[in-house]
């Protein structure tokens, strides 16, 4: 069966950086476009950073441009966030996903997620 399996969570300071892994089994990876989106307490979740199956083109969310990076292993079945400068507010629940197309408009698999705390 598929399966999203993060790690690499944890509570570090402001300005540390943390990098997030997510293997995947159950299906092609490498045809797939993947995705990290995240749910701070009390909020909605939301998009982080997807990379399309190629590693191509990225996109990114605007609150973590220029700290966060995306990227793929398709040898490891592994999808990274690489999260510098942390900040509290990206304090939340980390998840992986799969998109079910390389439009990237729907979800079709979900991790169980990893939380990352970032104090001041």
């Known amino acids: 069966q598929v399966q999203l399996v993060e790690s690499g969570g944890g509570s570090v300071q402001a300005g540390d950086s943390l990098r997030l892994a997510c293997a995947a089994s159950?299906?092609?990876?490498?045809?797939?476009?993947m995705g990290w989106l995240r749910q701070a307490p009390g909020k909605e979740r939301e998009f982080v950073a997807s990379?399309?199956?190629?590693?191509?083109?990225?996109y990114y969310a605007n609150s973590v441009k220029g700290r966060f990076i995306i990227s793929r292993d398709n040898a490891k079945n592994t999808v990274y966030l690489q999260m510098n400068s942390l900040k509290p507010e990206d304090t939340a629940v980390y998840y992986c996903a799969r998109y079910k197309s390389s439009r990237f408009n729907e979800i079709d698999y979900w991790g169980q997620g990893t939380q990352v705390t970032v104090s001041s």
């Open positions: 159950g299906f092609t990876f490498i045809n797939s476009a």
């Open positions: 990379i399309p199956w190629s590693g191509g083109r990225l």
